[in-house]
């Protein structure tokens, strides 16, 4: 076999011929525990960590996670972000050549395929399908997940796989970084019928995995412009605040006074408070895409102004003051100001899909529909559940506060009239309903 240790086939490889040979071998080594000179060393030693590893070489993989679960880990992922690019690239080897591509996080579950009617329905019996795992250690040598053991490229060969139920298929994936960490986010691969194989997939699919990280470096770059300009904006330049805007991955950007918390803090998702080593307390909460850190024996840093407020009663449309200036949202982003101002600790996209439609399937619409509205409002509207921070002031929140105090008289002042008349929004009218009577 030719061409190194990285691939499977050379120039003029008789398929057939050298797939019938593979299976031969891969019968000896089940056998005997020792693969045969045939069997490529970077394929041998996979052998090797797949029976330690116990892996049945008979049974497909695992599911690991359902629809929803699959469908919320991608969309966390930051190859999210990347995946139409990356399905663009793809498409011409997809469809001249009948494979179907497949992307794995770190840890080897598959998170998305897509390629021919043909190519897919072969991965049913396998199993290699979104919500299942594909790991070396799962299931035995394959591309994927030998890539990510390796942690480079690699072409898997027919018989090469450890799993028979893989053995008409070739493969080629490559892992793909962090472009700022160097940690491994998971693996690009293509796979198709073996006879169908060229050693040139392997090139491709490398490729593709260095521009997805080039895109990644780029989307990090925006993001991190983006966390400073909003950090700057609202906290400003005032050096006893001690405080710092902190990437979701721990990267300080920015300090005041400056190097007081280092290079580097490792913050968790959502607010928290931690002892650093000098003994330091420190407080954090998500800011934008990242963080705002303070010490927590200081004030909290104050905000230059009230950044938002939202007038939706007694107005077919919400009207926004920013700063000095104002403007009228559009009726779906008015209704979901609303529905923020009704769940202070948050809504998750089903909820707000129910709430807005009455019905799960405009999930995608919601999410668009929540980055359009962050577009016009800034980093105040957050996520994971989706909310205002505190510096957002919306009249319905203040009149449903006082109607919760069991304030009526001061509720009846705050409210000017009906809650967005023209929505026909579940959430929105059963709101505006309860309103009308509490005030009758």
Known sequence: MTGGPRLALGAGVDHVRLAGLLRRAHTIAMDTG???????????????????????????????????????????????????????????????????????????????????????????????????MCSEGVVGTNAIGTALVLDHPVQIFSAEHFNQLLHGWICAAAPVHDPHTGETLGAIDLSGEFRRGHVHTLALVSAVARATEGWLAAERSRADERLRTHYLERWGDRRSDFSAAVTGCGRVLLSNPPGWLGPTAQVTSGSCTWLQADGTTISAEPFGDGFVVWRANKARPRERRERLAVKVLGRNRAMVQR?????????????????????????????????????????????????????????????????????????LAVVHQRLADGDLAAARRQYAGPLLPLSVAPGVVAARERLERAFL
């Open 34 to 132: 020792v693969a045969p000179p045939l069997v490529r060393q970077i394929v041998s030693d996979s052998w090797r960590r797949s029976a330690e590893a116990g892996v049945d070489p008979a049974r497909p993989a695992p599911r690991m996670l359902d629809a929803h679960a699959t469908a919320e880990r991608l969309r966390k992922h930051p190859f999210s972000g990347v995946l139409p690019k990356v399905s663009e690239l793809l498409t011409e080897a997809m469809v001249d050549s009948g494979y179907f591509a497949a992307f794995s996080d770190a840890e080897g579950v598959l998170l998305w395929t897509e390629g021919s009617v043909r190519a897919l329905r072969s991965a049913v019996q396998p199993r290699f399908l979104p919500g299942f």
């Open 323 to 395: 700063d000095r200036r104002s403007f009228e949202l559009k009726l779906r982003h008015s209704e979901m100001v609303a529905l923020f101002a009704l769940a202070p600790t948050g809504l998750t996209v089903r909820e707000l899909a129910l709430q807005m439609y009455g019905n799960v399937e405009h999930e995608s619409t919601v999410r668009a529909e929540v980055a359009r509205l962050r577009s016009l409002v800034g980093d105040v509207l957050r996520s994971r559940p989706y909310r205002f921070d505190g510096s957002v002031r919306i009249d």
